[in-house]
C-alpha cells in the first residue's frame, strides 16, 4: 500500500533550524520504511556545516509522518549534557561516540529509529559505534560537503574563530576527519537539496533487513 505525505517547501542545507512548516512534498512508499520498525540507527557523519542537524531534523519529521517513532542525538546537545566534561582530545572524542553510540543502541532495541548527528572524525570511533549498536541496525551516512562550503555556510562562525586559534582541536582545520570508507550512503550535500537527501536515505532504510 502506498502511503502519501505532504511537506512543505525544504530549507537548505546551510540552515539551522527545520520548522514543521519548512519542509516539501515529498511521496514515499511502505516498502520504503516497513524493516525500520525493528529499530535502527542512521549515523550522520560529516564536517560542521555539512548539514548533519538539518537532515536528522527533516527526516525525523517525515517519518513522523507515518507515525515511526524517532530519537534524535545531536552533536552538540551531546556535548552540553551527556557529555559535558569530555574535550576535543582523541581520548575526549572516542568516549564521545561511544556514549552516543550506546544511548542509540539502547533506543534501537526498544524499537525506535535514531539519527545520530555527529562529525564523529575517526573511522575507528565511527566503527566502534557500529559494533556497539549491531551492524544489522547501524546505517552510516557520509554528508560529503567540500570544506570551503562549509566554511562558506558557517553560521555560527566556529571556522573563523578556528582559523584565529581560538579554536584548538577543531575538526577539518587543526583536528583530521578521516572520510569513511565503508559509508552504507554517501550524500553530496554541496549538490542535493533536503529533499532529495531525505528521499536517499528514506529509500536506504527501505533496504535495511531485519527479517
Same mark, same amino acid.
Given at each position: 500500500?502506498?502511503?502519501?505525505?505532504? =511537506?512543505?517547501?525544504?530549507?537548505?542545507?546551510?540552515?539551522?533550524?527545520?520548522?514543521?512548516?519548512?519542509?516539501?512534498?515529498?511521496?514515499?512508499?511502505?516498502?520504503?520504511?516497513?524493516?525500520?520498525?525493528?529499530?535502527?540507527?542512521?549515523?550522520?557523519?560529516? =564536517?560542521?556545516?555539512?548539514?548533519?542537524?538539518?537532515?536528522?531534523?527533516?527526516?525525523?519529521?517525515?517519518?513522523?509522518?507515518?507515525?515511526? &517513532?524517532?530519537?534524535?542525538?545531536?552533536?552538540?546537545?551531546?556535548?552540553?549534557?551527556?557529555?559535558?566534561?569530555?574535550?576535543?582530545? &582523541?581520548?575526549?572524542?572516542?568516549?564521545?561516540?561511544?556514549?552516543?553510540?550506546?544511548?542509540?543502541?539502547?533506543?534501537?532495541?526498544?524499537?525506535?529509529?535514531?539519527?545520530?548527528?555527529?562529525?564523529? &572524525?575517526?573511522?575507528?570511533?565511527?566503527?566502534?559505534?557500529?559494533?556497539? $549498536?549491531?551492524?544489522?541496525?547501524?546505517?552510516?551516512?557520509?554528508?560529503?560537503?567540500?570544506?570551503?562550503?562549509?566554511?562558506?555556510?558557517?553560521?555560527?562562525?566556529?571556522?573563523?574563530?578556528?582559523?584565529?586559534?581560538?579554536? &584548538?582541536?577543531?575538526?577539518?582545520?587543526?583536528?583530521?576527519?578521516?572520510?569513511? $570508507?565503508?559509508?552504507?550512503?554517501? =550524500?553530496?550535500?554541496?549538490?542535493?537539496?533536503?529533499?532529495?537527501? $531525505?528521499?536517499?536515505? =528514506?529509500?536506504?532504510?527501505?533496504? $535495511?533487513?531485519?527479517?
Amino acid at each position: 500500500m502506498r502511503l502519501n505525505f505532504i =511537506l512543505n517547501d525544504f530549507p537548505r542545507l546551510d540552515e539551522d533550524v527545520v520548522r514543521p512548516n519548512d519542509l516539501p512534498l515529498t511521496v514515499c512508499t511502505a516498502s520504503m520504511l516497513e524493516p525500520a520498525k525493528a529499530g535502527h540507527v542512521v549515523w550522520l557523519t560529516g =564536517l560542521s556545516g555539512s548539514g548533519k542537524t538539518t537532515l536528522a531534523k527533516a527526516l525525523a519529521y517525515s517519518l513522523h509522518q507515518h507515525g515511526y &517513532p524517532t530519537l534524535s542525538l545531536d552533536g552538540d546537545e551531546l556535548r552540553a549534557g551527556l557529555c559535558r566534561g569530555l574535550g576535543f582530545s &582523541p581520548q575526549g572524542r572516542t568516549e564521545n561516540i561511544r556514549r552516543a553510540a550506546e544511548v542509540a543502541a539502547l533506543a534501537a532495541r526498544a524499537g525506535l529509529i535514531v539519527l545520530v548527528a555527529c562529525i564523529s &572524525p575517526m573511522q575507528i570511533d565511527r566503527g566502534q559505534a557500529r559494533q556497539i $549498536v549491531g551492524a544489522d541496525r547501524f546505517t552510516e551516512v557520509w554528508l560529503d560537503c567540500p570544506l570551503s562550503v562549509c566554511e562558506q555556510r558557517d553560521v555560527k562562525g566556529l571556522y573563523h574563530q578556528a582559523r584565529c586559534g581560538a579554536i &584548538p582541536c577543531f575538526t577539518g582545520i587543526s583536528a583530521p576527519y578521516e572520510q569513511p $570508507v565503508q559509508a552504507d550512503l554517501v =550524500l553530496k550535500t554541496d549538490r542535493m537539496n533536503v529533499e532529495d537527501c $531525505v528521499l536517499g536515505l =528514506l529509500n536506504q532504510l527501505g533496504t $535495511v533487513d531485519h527479517v
